[in-house]
């Protein structure tokens, strides 16, 4: 079969009802109604967002009405060309398909709506739409789609688009193609920066073809499709390609029947010059098209619903009595689950939604999202690893850059882990300003290290740890060394940003120091470890990065004399140097949408001159190190800061809430757990059009897990000290550590536990402080009493 001979299977119609029908509604997001505002319309789309982690596509209208962000966006792939820094690349759209009638497009912006739902089934991974509309003229027309992307295999995309004449016959155009005339986002509000350039448009008798290349980095994208009218049968139509500037289109023309549906059905293969060699792309895309059509849709369906079962099977959690809550973490949870790179790569702060924070990798990446990797899908959480330790070269440029020594992990990264952020952005009054963060906000550089640690002591992937990770504890703890000062024999970190972004330019911020003070010791622990245990393999990395015994014995020196202070009467971490000699003011009113007000004459211009703050800071530091401070010492600082905050992030409340768990100030704790859940089902920000807000998806798994189910991972044992609110009758998840599955249901004051293994043993578990040995591959019952 030649390339331009793709042929479809001939016969039977395909029955595909079963497969495509709709999850119960616990599963599904619906969207009904139309507002043609391209607020409302953008924030549909970022919710909607379909993806495999590899290729995402936002959930817009196959005709793209006036107004819409629609995009597809693949995992790494960022240009900078005429932008102001590197940025996630908007690719080629396949799913844009439009409607004609005697010259008047069917737009849901131009038409009378009659009845109009978009309903995300969460369960399949599938993206329904179901609309009725009226036009000028007095026809009406019904539309009804599925779409999805591929959880079986990464570069496939599929689509069935029926129409459904209600009042009229005659005849009717129908144009659907590849649509390379993509455009990012600018800065201001009309700008557009161009990315792409195109290279190869081919088209054959069943089959159309598209290739563009990033213009900076020269990455190849290939787009190969099947677009044919599959129902009913006995009309022939012959589709007519168009050439549109950067758009290939077919266009099929029918002479439609009132009350008859037409159904036509969409393949794609989505491949990069990344996975093969550039000269192939047209070849093996064209090829992988065949492959698709021969195997036949409705085979690729049922794989990609068995890997959708498989990964709920993992990753779902069970809340019984509370329908809301069910829905809202399911939806977080599916978030997670389409975003997961299937190779080496990361997550930027906006998932693969949008162009929002440009595609960038933030600290986000380790402290929010990483962890439900690392206890749900390991390898997925290695690929995010493995992207650091890949990016490590950018980050010693940074360094050096800088005039430090070692590795400083860049605030802001993307293909290189050379720094991307901004010179500048907009302030929240809409303003514009200068962006710091870049250049202070330094408490990154532990941060993956935090996530380094976090995912060696839950899997205990040895090679992994032997192969990049302490090359990469090692550098950054030479940053480190080299970025402290010593005053009078106590070493200080001098200008920085903590999480804390309303403070610029502050000295000793205690998060920071103490994250550091963390890290060299935990550097110093794993030279000493490699000393004895792998001496060999320490030499040769030693020599490799040029490090010796001296070097070591300074890094155990400045982290014993790193300033860091708890006053011993209040219990307070101040947050950092001066923090406590600022103007003073709490947080008193709320408005209507429960967000807290600024008290009478603060501003976000002056705001750095009080102490209030921006999200959890001195709070997050408590969270990710709890055993390090005492009971009296978190409620303390609890009660303190958590007054203070503005909640101006998407990564406050998730913090506040397992802090309110864990120093006892429950009712809170739910309020900002659904605060953190709805974030961006109920748009709290107000920017949910501009992306999903990957942090605060990460934070809803983890207060579930980690706060109200009570649950943290040591390196030989578990730790539990479970509570439910009042509603839940039931909390049940599992988790993975090293080579086991951990079963848990949880009551108010009972839990059953059943610890998978491939082998019989028996697991140390702490319950409330109290030690049970729990047999493997049993289940186990438990009382407990969270008072």
């Known amino acids: 079969m030649s390339t331009s001979e793709v042929l479809h299977p001939a016969g039977a119609d395909r029955k595909y009802d079963k497969l495509l029908e709709r999850s119960e509604d616990a599963w599904m997001i619906i969207r009904k109604g139309f507002r043609r505002n391209s607020r409302t319309i953008q924030i549909n789309e970022s919710l909607l967002t379909l993806g495999n982690g590899y290729l995402n596509i936002r959930g817009s209208l196959e005709e793209l009405p006036p107004g819409n962000a629609g995009g597809m966006y693949l995992n790494g792939i960022y240009d900078k060309s005429e932008a102001d820094v590197e940025e996630l690349v908007k690719c080629p759209m396949w799913t844009d398909v439009s409607v004609w009638s005697e010259g008047e497009k069917f737009c849901m912006s131009t038409c009378r709506t009659l009845s109009h739902e978009q309903s995300l089934d969460m369960k399949k991974g599938m993206l329904r739409r179901s609309t009725i509309m009226k036009n000028s003229a007095g026809r009406i027309i019904g539309i009804d789609s599925v779409r999805l992307v591929c959880m079986h295999q990464m570069h496939l995309g599929y689509m069935r688009f029926s129409i459904t004449p209600k009042n009229f016959s005659g005849p009717i155009r129908v144009f659907s193609g590849l649509n390379g005339e993509v455009l990012n986002r600018g800065f201001f509000p009309e700008e557009r920066l161009k990315h792409l350039q195109l290279e190869k448009i081919e088209r054959g008798r069943n089959f159309m073809y598209l290739e563009m290349k990033t213009r900076e980095h020269g990455v190849r994208i290939s787009e190969a499709a099947s677009w044919k009218m599959v129902s009913p049968h006995r009309q022939q139509v012959h589709p007519e390609p168009r050439i549109y500037g950067e758009k290939f289109t077919s266009e099929m023309t029918l002479d439609v029947r009132k009350g008859e549906t037409y159904v036509f059905e969409k393949l794609v293969v989505v491949l990069t010059s990344r996975e093969i060699p550039p000269e192939n792309m047209f070849r093996r895309s064209i090829c992988e098209l065949k492959s698709f059509i021969r195997a036949g849709a409705e085979k690729h369906i049922s794989l990609h619903l068995k890997a959708w079962r498989d990964r709920w099977s993992q990753a779902d959690i069970t809340i019984v009595g509370d329908p809301h809550a069910q829905k809202a973490l399911r939806y977080n949870i599916y978030q997670l689950l389409i975003n997961a790179p299937p190779a080496v790569g990361s997550i930027g702060a906006k998932f693969l939604s949008s162009e929002g924070y440009l595609g960038h990798v933030f600290w986000d990446t380790e402290i929010f999202i990483l962890p439900f990797y690392i206890y749900n899908f390991p390898p997925v959480a290695r690929n995010m690893l493995l992207y650091r330790y890949a990016t490590l070269p950018g980050a010693l440029l940074n360094a050096s850059r800088s005039g430090y020594r070692g590795a400083r992990y860049a605030w802001e990264s993307a293909v290189t882990g050379e720094d991307v952020t901004p010179r500048f952005a907009s302030k929240l009054e809409r303003t514009i300003r200068l962006i710091y963060t870049g250049m202070e906000e330094d408490h990154i550089v532990s941060d993956v290290i935090y996530g380094v640690e976090k995912y060696f002591r839950a899997t205990g992937d040895r090679d992994f740890l032997f192969d990049c990770g302490i090359e990469m504890v090692f550098l950054t703890a030479r940053f480190w060394a080299s970025r402290t000062v010593c005053v009078d024999g106590m070493h200080e970190i001098r200008r920085v940003i903590g999480p804390d972004e ?141 007054k203070r905050t503005a909640h101006k992030s998407s990564l406050s409340h998730c913090t506040h809430a397992m802090m309110g768990l864990a120093v006892g100030n429950r009712v809170r704790a739910y309020h900002y757990f659904m605060k953190t859940a709805l974030f961006d089902l109920d748009n709290l920000h107000g920017n949910t059009a501009m992306g999903i807000h990957a942090a605060a998806v990460g934070g809803t798994w983890q207060t579930v897990v980690s706060g109200f189910g009570g649950l943290s991972i040591k390196s030989d044992r578990l730790e539990l000290r479970p509570w439910l609110p009042k509603k839940w009758k039931r909390l049940a998840f599992s988790v993975r550590w090293h080579e086991r599955k951990i079963d848990l249901s949880i009551k108010h004051d009972r839990l059953s536990i059943h610890v998978h293994a491939p082998y019989d043993g028996e697991i140390p578990v702490s319950l409330y402080r109290t030690m049970h040995t729990i047999p493997t591959n049993k289940t186990v019952s438990l009382d407990f009493c969270p008072f």
Do not use: C
């Open 502 to 642: 309303f403070h610029e330019h502050v000295d000793n911020n205690a998060y920071t120091n103490h994250i550091v003070k963390w890290h060299l010791r935990l550097a110093v622990l794993l030279y000493r470890y490699m000393a004895r245990k792998h001496h060999g393999s320490l030499e040769a990395l030693s020599e490799k990065i040029g490090l010796d015994e001296n070097e070591v014995a300074g890094w155990l020196s400045i982290s014993r004399s790193i300033k860091f202070r708890i006053d011993p009467d209040t219990h307070l971490v101040e947050q950092f140097d001066g923090y406590f000699s600022l103007k003073d003011h709490v947080i008193e009113g709320f408005d209507r949408k429960g967000h807290p007000v600024l008290p009478k004459g603060v501003t976000y211009r002056n705001i750095g001159s009080t102490t209030l703050i921006k999200q959890a800071d001195v709070l997050m530091m408590m969270h990710l190190f709890p055993h390090a401070f005492s009971e009296e010492q978190k409620r303390a600082n609890y009660d303190y800061y958590e």
